[in-house]
Protein backbone atom coordinates (compact mmCIF):
# COMPACT_ATOMS: atom_id res chain seq x y z
CA UNK A 1 0.00 0.00 0.00
CA UNK A 2 1.71 3.29 -0.72
CA UNK A 3 2.36 5.73 1.74
CA UNK A 4 0.49 8.94 2.08
CA UNK A 5 2.49 12.37 1.60
CA UNK A 6 1.10 15.58 2.44
CA UNK A 7 0.85 18.16 1.42
CA UNK A 8 0.49 16.91 -2.11
CA UNK A 9 2.11 20.33 -3.36
CA UNK A 10 3.93 24.02 -1.93
CA UNK A 11 5.21 26.84 -2.98
CA UNK A 12 7.88 28.93 -1.14
CA UNK A 13 9.94 31.99 -1.36
CA UNK A 14 13.50 31.65 -1.51
CA UNK A 15 14.66 31.75 1.79
CA UNK A 16 11.67 30.14 3.56
CA UNK A 17 11.60 26.83 5.20
CA UNK A 18 9.06 23.63 4.42
CA UNK A 19 8.20 20.25 5.78
CA UNK A 20 7.15 17.25 3.71
CA UNK A 21 5.37 14.34 5.57
CA UNK A 22 5.37 10.68 4.49
CA UNK A 23 3.04 8.19 6.22
CA UNK A 24 2.38 4.30 6.55
CA UNK A 25 0.02 2.43 7.56
CA UNK A 26 2.59 -0.80 7.90
CA UNK A 27 5.49 -1.22 10.31
CA UNK A 28 8.59 0.13 8.10
CA UNK A 29 12.32 -0.95 7.99
CA UNK A 30 13.27 2.21 6.19
CA UNK A 31 12.17 5.51 4.37
CA UNK A 32 14.04 6.47 1.24
CA UNK A 33 13.87 10.34 -0.01
CA UNK A 34 13.98 11.49 -3.50
CA UNK A 35 13.68 14.24 -5.73
CA UNK A 36 12.88 14.61 -9.38
CA UNK A 37 13.55 17.98 -11.36
CA UNK A 38 11.11 18.09 -14.51
CA UNK A 39 11.80 15.69 -17.30
CA UNK A 40 14.41 14.38 -15.27
CA UNK A 41 14.91 10.73 -13.12
CA UNK A 42 14.37 10.85 -9.41
CA UNK A 43 17.39 11.63 -7.63
CA UNK A 44 18.73 9.94 -4.43
CA UNK A 45 18.53 12.07 -1.15
CA UNK A 46 18.99 9.91 2.02
CA UNK A 47 17.61 6.72 3.48
CA UNK A 48 16.89 6.43 7.08
CA UNK A 49 16.86 3.27 8.86
CA UNK A 50 14.58 1.97 11.82
CA UNK A 51 16.57 2.97 15.14
CA UNK A 52 18.73 4.98 12.74
CA UNK A 53 19.39 8.48 13.33
CA UNK A 54 18.27 11.99 11.77
CA UNK A 55 20.22 12.27 8.63
CA UNK A 56 20.63 15.33 6.65
CA UNK A 57 23.11 17.46 4.49
CA UNK A 58 23.26 20.92 3.55
CA UNK A 59 19.88 22.07 4.81
CA UNK A 60 18.35 19.00 3.76
CA UNK A 61 17.31 16.86 6.14
CA UNK A 62 14.84 14.14 7.26
CA UNK A 63 13.61 12.18 10.30
CA UNK A 64 12.00 8.77 10.83
CA UNK A 65 9.41 8.14 13.67
CA UNK A 66 9.05 4.55 13.48
CA UNK A 67 6.59 4.31 15.98
CA UNK A 68 4.13 6.31 14.18
CA UNK A 69 5.22 5.14 10.42
CA UNK A 70 5.71 8.24 9.81
CA UNK A 71 8.73 10.20 8.19
CA UNK A 72 9.37 14.41 7.22
CA UNK A 73 11.79 15.87 5.08
CA UNK A 74 13.05 19.34 6.21
CA UNK A 75 13.75 21.67 3.81
CA UNK A 76 15.63 24.94 5.13
CA UNK A 77 16.40 28.47 3.29
CA UNK A 78 14.56 27.22 0.55
CA UNK A 79 16.90 27.58 -2.78
CA UNK A 80 15.43 27.88 -6.48
CA UNK A 81 17.03 24.33 -7.42
CA UNK A 82 15.30 22.68 -4.40
CA UNK A 83 11.91 23.08 -6.68
CA UNK A 84 10.89 19.19 -7.82
CA UNK A 85 8.35 16.76 -6.82
CA UNK A 86 9.76 15.05 -3.48
CA UNK A 87 9.01 10.91 -3.32
CA UNK A 88 9.28 9.17 -0.06
CA UNK A 89 9.82 5.50 -0.93
CA UNK A 90 9.38 2.59 1.93
CA UNK A 91 10.64 -0.58 2.67
CA UNK A 92 8.70 -3.10 5.22
CA UNK A 93 11.87 -5.10 5.39
CA UNK A 94 15.51 -5.10 4.17
CA UNK A 95 16.03 -5.54 0.55
CA UNK A 96 18.83 -2.67 -0.68
CA UNK A 97 16.10 -0.65 -1.49
CA UNK A 98 14.99 -2.87 -3.96
CA UNK A 99 11.30 -3.41 -3.13
CA UNK A 100 10.29 0.39 -2.40
CA UNK A 101 6.98 1.48 -2.62
CA UNK A 102 6.78 5.33 -3.74
CA UNK A 103 4.15 7.75 -2.23
CA UNK A 104 2.23 10.15 -4.96
CA UNK A 105 4.84 12.69 -4.34
CA UNK A 106 5.09 16.35 -3.21
CA UNK A 107 5.26 19.58 -5.57
CA UNK A 108 7.74 22.07 -4.42
CA UNK A 109 8.37 25.19 -5.96
CA UNK A 110 10.64 27.89 -5.24
CA UNK A 111 9.92 31.37 -6.48
CA UNK A 112 12.79 34.33 -6.54
CA UNK B 1 30.58 6.91 -15.55
CA UNK B 2 28.52 5.44 -13.03
CA UNK B 3 25.10 5.26 -15.16
CA UNK B 4 22.26 3.75 -15.78
CA UNK B 5 20.94 3.51 -19.34
CA UNK B 6 17.44 2.88 -21.61
CA UNK B 7 16.80 2.40 -24.83
CA UNK B 8 14.68 3.55 -26.55
CA UNK B 9 14.16 6.89 -24.62
CA UNK B 10 10.88 7.48 -26.62
CA UNK B 11 9.02 5.01 -28.62
CA UNK B 12 5.38 5.17 -30.21
CA UNK B 13 3.55 2.03 -31.26
CA UNK B 14 0.27 0.50 -31.66
CA UNK B 15 -1.62 -1.81 -29.62
CA UNK B 16 -0.53 -5.44 -30.29
CA UNK B 17 3.00 -5.22 -31.17
CA UNK B 18 5.39 -6.66 -29.15
CA UNK B 19 7.90 -4.86 -27.53
CA UNK B 20 11.52 -4.48 -25.40
CA UNK B 21 13.06 -1.71 -23.61
CA UNK B 22 16.74 -2.30 -22.60
CA UNK B 23 18.45 -1.32 -19.29
CA UNK B 24 22.01 -1.72 -18.83
CA UNK B 25 24.24 -0.17 -15.34
CA UNK B 26 27.79 -0.60 -15.27
CA UNK B 27 28.04 -0.29 -11.37
CA UNK B 28 27.82 -4.08 -11.09
CA UNK B 29 24.72 -3.93 -8.74
CA UNK B 30 22.69 -6.96 -7.55
CA UNK B 31 19.07 -5.17 -7.64
CA UNK B 32 17.59 -3.70 -10.33
CA UNK B 33 13.68 -2.76 -10.56
CA UNK B 34 11.46 -1.32 -13.24
CA UNK B 35 8.99 1.48 -12.24
CA UNK B 36 6.06 3.23 -14.03
CA UNK B 37 5.02 6.94 -13.44
CA UNK B 38 1.91 8.63 -13.96
CA UNK B 39 0.81 11.53 -13.35
CA UNK B 40 -0.97 11.81 -9.43
CA UNK B 41 0.35 8.41 -8.88
CA UNK B 42 4.23 8.81 -8.29
CA UNK B 43 6.23 5.80 -8.67
CA UNK B 44 5.00 2.34 -8.99
CA UNK B 45 7.19 -0.52 -9.62
CA UNK B 46 6.50 -3.14 -12.38
CA UNK B 47 9.14 -6.05 -11.24
CA UNK B 48 12.26 -6.40 -9.34
CA UNK B 49 15.28 -8.51 -9.65
CA UNK B 50 17.47 -9.73 -6.59
CA UNK B 51 20.23 -10.95 -9.06
CA UNK B 52 20.54 -13.01 -12.13
CA UNK B 53 17.86 -15.30 -12.46
CA UNK B 54 15.93 -14.15 -9.91
CA UNK B 55 12.92 -11.55 -10.20
CA UNK B 56 9.47 -10.99 -8.61
CA UNK B 57 6.30 -8.82 -8.93
CA UNK B 58 6.02 -5.53 -8.15
CA UNK B 59 2.88 -3.82 -7.37
CA UNK B 60 1.86 -3.40 -10.68
CA UNK B 61 3.64 -6.49 -12.79
CA UNK B 62 0.20 -7.18 -15.28
CA UNK B 63 0.84 -6.87 -18.88
CA UNK B 64 4.88 -6.98 -18.61
CA UNK B 65 8.01 -9.46 -18.54
CA UNK B 66 10.90 -9.30 -17.36
CA UNK B 67 14.27 -11.26 -17.84
CA UNK B 68 17.47 -10.82 -16.06
CA UNK B 69 20.27 -13.39 -17.81
CA UNK B 70 23.34 -11.19 -17.04
CA UNK B 71 23.52 -8.73 -14.18
CA UNK B 72 24.12 -5.71 -15.89
CA UNK B 73 20.89 -6.03 -17.72
CA UNK B 74 17.58 -6.40 -17.13
CA UNK B 75 15.12 -5.79 -20.25
CA UNK B 76 11.16 -5.07 -19.82
CA UNK B 77 9.01 -6.62 -22.30
CA UNK B 78 5.69 -5.87 -23.52
CA UNK B 79 4.21 -9.01 -25.18
CA UNK B 80 1.04 -7.18 -26.16
CA UNK B 81 1.18 -3.67 -25.27
CA UNK B 82 -2.15 -1.86 -24.43
CA UNK B 83 -3.06 1.99 -24.70
CA UNK B 84 -3.13 2.24 -20.51
CA UNK B 85 0.41 1.42 -21.03
CA UNK B 86 1.16 4.63 -21.93
CA UNK B 87 3.35 6.08 -19.26
CA UNK B 88 6.84 6.83 -18.60
CA UNK B 89 8.99 3.90 -17.43
CA UNK B 90 11.98 3.82 -15.25
CA UNK B 91 14.78 1.47 -14.68
CA UNK B 92 16.92 1.74 -11.68
CA UNK B 93 19.66 -0.28 -9.80
CA UNK B 94 20.47 -0.25 -6.27
CA UNK B 95 23.48 -0.16 -4.08
CA UNK B 96 23.91 -2.45 -1.34
CA UNK B 97 23.26 0.34 1.08
CA UNK B 98 19.54 1.12 -0.51
CA UNK B 99 20.58 4.06 -2.82
CA UNK B 100 18.60 3.93 -6.59
CA UNK B 101 20.27 4.92 -9.27
CA UNK B 102 17.39 5.74 -11.95
CA UNK B 103 18.38 5.81 -15.71
CA UNK B 104 16.72 8.51 -17.75
CA UNK B 105 13.06 7.23 -18.83
CA UNK B 106 11.53 5.35 -21.32
CA UNK B 107 8.08 7.49 -22.86
CA UNK B 108 6.33 5.20 -24.33
CA UNK B 109 2.91 5.56 -26.20
CA UNK B 110 0.59 3.12 -26.90
CA UNK B 111 -2.07 3.95 -29.82
Known amino acids: QQPVQSPQAVILREGEDAVINCSSS?????VHWYRQKHGEAPVFLMI?????EQKGHDKISASFNEKKQQSSLYLTASQLSYSGTYFC?????????????FGQGTELSVKP | EAQVTQNPRYLITVTGKKLTVTCSQN?????MSWYRQDPGLGLRQIYY???????DKGDVPEGYKVSRKEKRNFPLILESPSPNQTSLYFC??????????FGPGTRLTVL
Open chain 2, 92 to 101: ASSTPGGEQF
Open chain 1, 26 to 30: KALYS
Open chain 1, 48 to 52: LLKGG
Open chain 1, 89 to 101: GTEERYNQGGKLI
Open chain 2, 27 to 31: MNHEY
Open chain 2, 49 to 55: SMNVEVT
